[in-house]
């Protein structure tokens, strides 16, 4: 009997004590005590701020259906408007320009290369210019600010006047000058 009672004993032991640990257990689960358990109010202002920061970088993608559209229509008017079909439209372009700033174009080198865009070809000239330092100067800004799309690429000085027959002031420079031309409709 005595075995008996002393196991008895402890079972009733070891019921108490894992009662004891589950009183624990609850009263950790129901209090928040614990380190890093967050107030519901806390909770909500880490909600809204984090909500306040991602609306501020969602802005930008509002309306994006009709910006694209936009674009697509903007970029097909420039296209149409400002990029030239023919090789003849830009030499004619070119010519235009020079002879109204009184410059002439001795020679002009032609390389045209696929475009990134489908019906696009990349045209790279290379183009020896001659005439007074400020009609060139005049003729690059006409260049730039032509309704036809032209990029100058590179400006390189190739001589000075002085020889018989050329004016003080006369300068020879070599121009690359990048357009694109587009697939004639």
């Known amino acids: 009997m005595a075995d008996l009672s002393r196991v008895r004993r402890r079972i009733i032991y070891s019921i108490v004590a894992l009662g004891v640990v589950d009183v624990a257990a609850l009263i950790y689960l129901a209090l928040p005590l614990r380190a890093g358990v967050a107030q519901p109010e806390q909770v909500q202002q880490q909600s809204e701020e984090e909500y306040r920061r991602l609306s501020h970088t969602n802005v930008p993608l509002r309306g994006i259906d009709q910006k694209l559209a936009q674009a697509q229509k903007d970029d097909a008017a420039f296209i149409d408007r400002r990029l030239p079909s023919r090789y003849s439209d830009v030499v004619a372009e070119l ?9 002439s174009i001795g020679s002009v080198n032609y390389a045209s290369t696929p475009g990134d865009l489908p019906g696009m070809l990349n045209l790279e000239m290379h183009a020896a210019l001659g005439g007074q330092y400020v009609n060139l100067v005049k003729f690059l800004n006409a260049v730039e600010r ?10 390189g000085l190739t001589g000075q006047g002085g020889k018989a027959g050329q004016p003080n002031g ?12 587009r697939a004639q409709s």
């Not at 010519?95 to 410059?103: D, F, M, T, V």
């Not at 032509?146 to 400006?155: N, Q």
Request: hydrophobic share 50%.
């Open 95 to 103: 010519g235009k320009l020079a002879s109204a700033n009184q410059i």
């Open 146 to 155: 032509d309704k036809m799309f032209f990029i100058i690429d590179s400006v």
């Open 170 to 181: 006369y300068v020879h420079l070599d121009v690359k000058v990048d357009t694109f031309l």
